[in-house]
């Protein structure tokens, strides 16, 4: 085969000069070519399918589409050369007993991993921490049963609440974590909370740059995520 290209080129080419052919590779070569572009490139043909199952922070209360948490974050994904299909899963307002309620039809996406950020609303309302210790239990009972690799995002309670209840609230997360053995990220807005120059004007709201800024320090924690996800 290689005489008869040599051929070819010759009679074809006028001014011809040597051509170094590249020999023809072994099917193990072939193979192991292929493995390392397809890991080069991410796995780029079957992306890991994400979900954020949370509230507005999720959803990207008075931001730009590309300004939400989900955007911000896909994009950092990927620029970290993962592939990655992203599911809002979202809703301005919501609480945990909220994502409680549709956690089933979430599931319907067929998520194999989720980022669980809800409580926030359950603290800015003072909502009894016993209720929201049980609602975000049956929603990781639920994703645990169905496989699912979950990072689960922690939050404060608002401080004029009081020591107690920001006391009570804050001993959610840690304890659930450990006892579903699934990764915590203690607070989602680490960082930004309290800083002026990262929220929106309600002061509770990241704007771009306070996501920017949860996305950069949260992404280690959600490469690990996707890193688990069993194929």
């Known amino acids: 085969m290689a005489m008869l290209l040599h051929s070819i080129l010759v009679s074809r080419v006028k001014d011809w000069r040597p051509v ?14 292929l493995l390392f572009i ?21 959803a990207g209360y008075g931001l730009e589409k590309n ?24 809703v301005s307002g919501d609480t945990s007993a909220g994502g409680k309620a549709r956690v089933g039809w979430a599931l319907a996406d067929k998520p194999e991993a989720v980022i669980l950020e809800l409580g926030a609303n359950d603290g ?40 107690e209840y920001g006391a009570a609230f804050a001993r959610i997360y840690p304890a659930l974590a450990k006892k579903h053995n699934v990764p915590l990220y203690k607070f989602f807005l680490e960082g930004v909370a309290a800083n002026a120059n990262l929220n929106q ?14 996305v950069r320090r949260i992404l280690p924690s959600v490469e690990k995520l996707i890193g688990g996800v069993n194929r």
């Open 20 to 33: 170094t052919l590249i020999p023809a590779l072994t099917p193990a070569v072939f193979i192991a070519s």
């Open 67 to 90: 300004d939400s948490f989900t955007e911000q974050l896909v994009v950092a994904l990927r620029k970290q050369g993962h592939a990655v299909h992203m599911i809002n899963a979202g």
């Open 124 to 163: 800015l309302r003072g909502l009894d921490p016993a209720e929201t210790n049980a609602n975000l239990d049956a929603i990781l009972t639920r994703l645990k049963a169905a496989e699912i690799n979950v990072l689960l995002a922690g939050m404060l309670a608002p401080p004029n609440l009081g020591k």
């Open 38 to 58: 397809t890991a080069a490139h991410g796995n780029s043909g079957n992306p890991v399918r994400l979900m954020v199952l949370g509230d507005s922070l999720a």
């Open 201 to 214: 004007k309600d002061g509770i709201h990241p704007n771009a740059a306070g996501v920017a800024e949860i």
